[in-house]
């Protein structure tokens, strides 16, 4: 293969990542990550500094709508931000230290628990009263949102921002160990800790991806594993594949089916990066 | 949180930097930043690829550049060497160079929050958001260093 039609291929998988990953509502790291390593053979460590640099970017694009549409919580991602950079420095380093078993087996292990988190949002949650808490009043972390189908204002509250804190280190570790945006993890932590509605809970969480991602990019490009060799093309082929799905085949393709598909899928690659880190 | 912006869709369909009454709207601040920011990143990176086939034409035919590609190997990885590259038109550093600035676009974002929560007198956030910020240019700081 030459690097013309390697970078080629590169820029079409990451197309259909991107793609991919707008409609099921997760990054496209999750699913380019596998396509590198086992399919194109790239050495993770290249792959996950990749796949940092085109989560910032589609996290950046999408954030951009939701901010402007005052969907996202800008007073709670700065807040948790400080958790998740913290997070993703850890993860970053600590990527460099148990090496490519490692993080074949933590991205196996993340990858099964995302199939699940996937399964369990097709069922809605009951709503119950939040508490009140004083840490969240102090922050002033309360706030509200336009909701299209009841065509009203939607204010709502906040709680137990400190669990949230420590929840959003874990989902930054494991952002900066993988390459991966870990919206799976972030965005269940602010829903049922802080109790931000799902709506909320999903802008929210793609405003911070950014600044995490760019956390951990950061020391990554630093130890020489941002090639532009592949995180070109993976960059602009992810942007262009998820701004495509966005914006022309999203509500046109049926998501159940899809999502029911791709979490058979996301078993079978977990069950295989889990094997990899065990027993290369 | 001082809401002085309208909101709901009619909100989302003004695309003006200021509301009715002249102020700021910080959140259309923010989302042009972000948008213009990938944007530039993106055009960069695409710059570069093409320089890179321009000036190796043998890129499009041999095989054997492709070994270092997948297996580690030394790569512009400090701001100087990006510059440099860049300077001499090096097609690869142009790519590093928009793969830096979208790493720069959160940073920017959060400076650019930092501003605003100075404007709007809020020292709490001021010092979370200083926070942040530090931890952003440590990562660059700390990776060099490891």
Known sequence: ?280 | MPKTAPRGPEASATTALRDESGQLQPEVLISDLLRYGVAASLSLVTLGTVVTFFRHPDYLVSSEALQRLTSPHPVPHTLGDVLTGALAARGQAFVMAGLLVMMGVPVMRVALSLLIFRQQKDRLYVAITTAVLAMLVLSFVLGAVH
């Open chain 1, 1 to 280: 293969m030459t690097p013309f039609l390697f970078m080629l291929v590169v820029l079409g998988f990451s197309v259909g990542a991107g793609l991919l990953g707008s409609l099921l509502g997760i990054g496209g790291g999750l699913i380019l990550i596998p396509v590198l390593t086992l399919l194109l053979k790239v050495d993770i460590q290249y792959a996950v500094g990749a796949s940092i640099v085109s989560v910032i970017a589609t996290s950046s694009g999408a954030a951009a709508a939701y901010v402007r549409d005052r969907m996202a919580n800008t007073r709670v991602a700065m807040f948790l931000e400080l958790a998740t950079t913290a997070g993703a420095l850890s993860g970053a380093f600590l990527s460099g230290m148990v090496g490519g078993r490692g993080v074949y087996f933590v991205f196996g292990a993340v990858m099964a628990w995302s199939a699940l988190v996937m399964l369990r949002r097709m069922r809605v949650s009951a709503e119950e009263p939040v508490p009140a808490d004083a840490l969240a009043d102090r922050l002033a972390l309360h706030g509200s949102y336009w909701d299209e189908s009841q065509g009203r204002e939607v204010s709502y509250r906040v709680t137990r921002p400190l669990a949230g804190l420590g929840l959003m280190y874990v989902a930054g570790t494991v952002s900066g160990m993988l390459g991966i945006g870990s919206g799976a993890l972030k965005v269940p932590a602010m829903d049922l800790a802080m109790r931000l509605p799902l709506k909320v809970s999903t802008a929210t969480s793609n405003f911070m991806i950014g600044v995490t991602a760019a956390a951990s990019a950061g020391v990554y490009f630093a130890r020489g594993n941002i090639d532009p060799f592949i995180a070109g093309p993976v960059c602009v082929g992810v942007t262009l594949g998820a701004w495509l799905g966005s914006r022309h085949l999203m509500g046109r393709v049926n998501s159940t089916w899809l999502r029911a598909l791709f979490v058979g899928v996301l078993l079978w690659v977990a069950f295989e990066m889990l094997r990899k880190g065990w027993a290369p």
